[in-house]
């Protein structure tokens, strides 16, 4: 009896050590976030909603008590300032637009890729893989940069075609819609091309042959058999490129036009120009909402089709 | 030319149903399957059995189209199918994991082919439930495949490459992905459902047994050939050389010496007997061959055989051996006796449990005289 009530006690102090361990290694990421995430867009959120002193410059504690009353105090007008006033409504339809225009390109481009890349011989997909993430090699931020050099008036493309007689004066390419989605699809075609590829390359391809044998043409099987099974790829891809390219903010600053309209610049706009950090916090708060949306949809998709194993 | 083979064949030749002529498959300059001919009959259920890497895989993914042949020609019902893609065959396959789509639901899957080929809605639907009710699986037909157990996916798997009413079914080792117990059952209801539907089918199968069981005959491959084709009980009993009598069963193999060649018996002697052999055989005086004799026609008894046991036996001393009992191996249904002979030779020699208290009791050291009949014996001459 002493002996089993031993065991079960080793047993939970076992259970309980290993429970630490795991919320160590779970908790240090999380930990992490919480500072320097939640806590942030928390302050973020308060100040979006807060009302400033006389001087506008000190911004007011939500919760106030006095004389026995507490009081809370939401400032919503900002928020109502953003849905009235067409700068920022056309601001986010315009991000939308361009996230969703990048991520269809970058669709176009990088499924065909990702297809041909999983059906390459095995031996060559490490290499072909390597290709696809070689340029995070370099930051980001230099391979945008690059892309000026290209595209610009006095740039390589204009000067071999005028060199080449095909044109007398420079094609304006720089600072237009065009230089910034050539720089976003560049900048996100790989984040596409993974989880597609991650996808087609697990796929059995015995599934092919039995939609053949089934009497489907090799067109109707990839329709029917290979697209369905990679459209938990296809989702994850979409995602990755979307969410971020909705916020995206160095590529439109450096490459977008002066009318190019991309949340990420009129929040940096608000904040450093105009100094209403009020505004800006109101801003970021509905672009993080805007964003939670296609993620919500994502995540019930991912539940629905959870139950798919082999996928 | 093959025009004319196909019209020498003849549209509804139950007999060469299936036509196989000189086919081969190279990969790279080797020869997968290797100039094989082969004639199936209407609603036959024939076999290709052989150790992995043997040609059978290849022969059949050919005759499904998944493979384009090297040379030669095949005829389906008097069709050349050579050049056929494989979607427009009138043959389906039952893959070897059953390859059932994941996305798609028992009846979508069942109903995949059917669709290909346009058939209106309200005859498919009559059809997929006519299918799933001949596997019994009516009950799950909303159910996506990894919700089903093995041998269920096994007969979607089944419902599905039926549902066309192929010409051909081809099924790539059938009963492969299941665990002995359900495959012991699974066999008989296959053939069941085979036979009732009316289908010709060929399978691969790596495993003895199940070809036995399942197949009308059987083929015996070997590096891309076949070294005999034949009714079950025919490669059993009458192995045609040295690999087959190995590959199908257990088996004990002598080597020995053609001494007297009669045109109703031979005597060949070997370093642990004499063995005589009441058929002839084609051969010479002094020919080296190889005796094939399966466990189950040794005898083992631990007085001397007297010359009334062995009617065949000429005189005393043919076709017995004293040996001791080196091992046993109880099976249940019967039992394996090792026994080493006095030449140091371990034969093997297997004894029915008729019984369940068996009156004489074999024993480890035992020394026992093994014996079988001359009838019983295979010469293999090559």
Redesign the interface.
């Known amino acids: 009896m002493n002996i089993t009530k031993s065991i079960g006690m080793n047993g939970i102090v076992r259970l309980l050590t290993r429970n630490w361990g795991r919320r160590t290694v779970i908790g240090i990421p999380y930990g992490f976030l919480i500072l320097f995430f939640s806590v942030p867009f928390l302050v973020v959120l308060k100040i979006s909603v807060s009302s400033t002193d006389e001087l506008g410059i000190h911004f007011q504690d939500l919760i106030s008590y006095a004389d026995g009353i507490f009081q809370l105090k939401i400032k919503l007008s900002n928020y109502i300032f953003l849905t009235t006033d067409p700068l920022y409504i056309e601001t986010y339809w315009s991000s939308v637009k361009f996230a969703a225009i990048n991520t269809f390109i970058c669709f176009l481009i990088g499924y065909p890729f990702a297809y041909f890349m999983a059906r390459s011989p095995a031996s060559m997909r490490p290499a072909l893989l390597m290709m696809v993430s070689l340029p995070f090699w370099t930051s980001y931020l230099l391979r945008v940069y690059a892309w000026k050099g290209l595209l610009d008036d006095n740039g390589v493309i204009n000067n071999i075609l005028i060199w080449l007689h095909v044109i007398h004066d420079p094609i304006k390419m720089m600072h237009t819609g065009f230089s910034m989605t050539i720089g976003m699809v560049y900048t996100y075609v790989p984040f596409m091309i993974l989880p597609v590829y991650a996808t087609l390359v697990k796929m ?1 391809l ?2 092919l ?9 090799p067109w ?1 099987a990839f329709w ?2 290979t697209v ?2 990679s459209k938990n790829g296809i989702v994850a891809g979409s995602m990755l490129v979307f969410i971020p390219s909705l916020g995206e903010y160095v590529i439109p600053e450096l490459l977008g036009g002066p009318s190019t309209l991309m949340i990420g610049r009129v929040l940096w706009d608000e904040f450093f120009s105009n100094n209403d950090w009020a505004m800006a916090s109101a801003v970021a708060v509905s672009m993080v909402v805007l964003i939670l949306v296609p993620l919500a949809i994502f995540n019930k998709y991912r539940a629905d089709s959870g ?5 | 030319m093959a025009d004319s083979v196909a019209n020498s064949t003849g549209r509804g030749d139950s007999s060469q149903f299936l036509k196989i002529d000189r086919l081969s498959k190279h990969f790279d300059e080797v020869a997968a399957v290797d100039n094989v001919s082969l004639d199936i009959k209407k609603g036959e259920i024939f076999a290709l059995l052989g150790s992995s890497g043997c040609g059978k895989s290849t022969l059949l993914r050919m005759l ?3 493979e384009m042949p090297s040379s030669g020609n095949m005829y389906l019902d008097g069709e050349d199918i050579a050049k056929m ?4 065959r009138p ?3 039952m ?1 070897q ?1 059953y ?5 798609l639901t028992v009846w979508e899957n069942v109903a ?2 059917l669709k ?2 346009r058939m209106p809605k309200d005859q498919i639907a009559e059809r997929v439930e006519a299918m799933l009710g001949i596997v019994k699986l009516k009950p799950f037909a909303k159910r ?1 495949p ?2 089903l157990s093995g041998g269920q996916q096994q007969r979607v798997a089944l419902a ?2 039926l549902a ?1 009413r192929p010409k051909l079914l081809l099924l790539d080792e059938p009963l492969g992905a299941l665990d002995r117990k359900l495959r012991e059952e699974t066999q008989f209801e296959l053939v069941n459902i085979i036979k009732s539907v009316g289908v010709t089918c060929a399978m691969v199968t790596h495993d003895q047994e199940e070809a036995m069981i399942m197949a009308d005959r059987i083929a015996v491959m070997q590096e891309g050939r076949f070294l005999q084709v034949g009714h079950p009980r025919e490669i059993y009993e009458t192995p045609s050389c040295l690999f087959v009598a190995g590959f199908i069963g257990d088996v004990n193999l002598f080597n020995g010496t053609v001494e007297v060649d009669e045109p109703d018996h031979v005597i060949i002697g070997s370093p642990e007997c004499r063995h005589f052999v009441n058929h002839g055989i084609t051969g010479t005086i002094d020919m080296q061959v190889n005796i094939a004799l399966r466990p189950e026609k040794i005898c083992l008894q631990e007085i001397e055989p007297t010359i009334e046991q062995r009617e065949s036996a000429a005189e005393h001393g043919y076709n017995s051996a004293r040996g001791t009992i080196d091992g046993i191996a109880y099976f249940g249904k019967f039992t394996q006796f090792h026994v080493r002979l006095e030449s140091g030779k371990i034969i093997k020699a297997s004894r029915e449990n008729t019984a369940r208290h068996e009156e004489t009791q074999l024993e480890r050291g035992q020394q026992i005289y093994a014996w079988w009949d001359g009838s019983d014996v295979v010469v293999l001459t090559n």
């Open positions: 059995d015995r599934l042959e039995a939609a053949k044998d089934l009497g489907a043409t109707k029917l058999v369905p099974l139950g798919v194993r082999g996928i | 499904a189209g998944f893609p494989p979607y427009e043959i389906n396959m893959f994991s390859a059932l789509f994941p996305h995949f082919g290909r080929d996506k990894h919700q599905r490459c066309k």
